[in-house]
């Protein structure tokens, strides 16, 4: 099991920028793949961007592409969420997760461990 540990939310304004840290430990973080998804209030978790374990692919939801960037840094075992241009509909707590599995995947039920959540919410 990975244990996952989110930071970096907070308040900010229509267009403002947050960046969001995941920092993992117990398991080698370069055999993991890295994925972001928010919740927002009365809506289902959904995907929002992922990172392959060499940090080579990156994949993002039509939401947010354009606007957030996913990175990682292996020697730091934390992978980080830039959100640019943010927007009130971006309002949602943020989860980092780990998969174990080989390939770059969107789907939740993939992903074997969850952090606690980071709350971000932009006013309009």
């Known amino acids: 099991q990975v244990q996952l540990v989110e930071s970096g939310g907070g308040l900010v304004q229509n267009g403002g920028s947050l960046r969001l840290s995941c920092i993992a430990s117990?398991?080698?973080?370069?055999?993991?793949?890295m994925g972001w998804f928010r919740q927002a209030p009365g809506k289902e978790r959904e995907f929002v961007a992922v990172i392959s374990r060499s940090g080579q692919t990156t994949s993002y939801s039509d939401s947010v592409k354009g606007r957030f960037t996913i990175s990682r840094d292996n020697a730091r075992n934390t992978v980080y969420l830039q959100m640019n241009s943010l927007k009130p509909e971006d309002t949602a707590l943020y989860y980092c997760?780990?998969?174990?599995?080989?390939?770059?995947?969107?789907?939740?039920?993939?992903?074997?461990?969850w952090g606690q959540g980071t709350q971000v919410t932009v006013s309009s």
């Open positions: 997760a780990a998969d174990v599995g080989l390939f770059v995947r969107t789907t939740e039920s993939y992903y074997d461990s």
């Open positions: 117990g398991r080698t973080f370069s055999s993991i793949t």
